[in-house]
């Protein structure tokens, strides 16, 4: 249970956090290299594409090992890969949001019970059918 806790809940709800300081951090960069130039904020820069290309080059592998493995697929959709790890991301991020908030605050939803009338009558060959409804007097 800590587990589950801990990397399908906490994780996935301090992702969007960690997005948005990435994307503060880039933003940071870029300012600090308008401002002061390559040679004073680049070498930054650089490691952390560099990173980035490693991760990439490591997803890419293992999808293309998946795909070999499986064999039902005819070619290798990588651009697709490195597109669905920025869109499906986000996806999920709503997703287990707006699950929280219907697990915090209830389902908008009744009880869903039916009411009960006796209205069923039986015909000649034993099939149960149902009276027409009639208004409530």
Known sequence: MPQALVFQL??????????????????????RVYDRGWDAAGGDAL?????????AAVDLACGWIAYRLDGREARFPGICLLLQRFGYR???????LRALYVAATGPKVG?????RTGS??????GAATPEPLRAAA
């Open 10 to 31: 906490l994780f996935t709800l301090a992702a969007p956090l960690i997005d948005f300081a990435l994307l503060l951090g880039v933003g940071g960069t870029a300012w």
């Open 47 to 55: 490691t952390v594409v560099a990173f980035w290309a490693a991760f």
């Open 90 to 96: 986000q996806l999920l991020y709503a997703v287990v």
């Open 111 to 115: 009880w869903g019970k039916l009411e």
């Open 120 to 125: 069923v009558a039986v015909n000649d060959t």
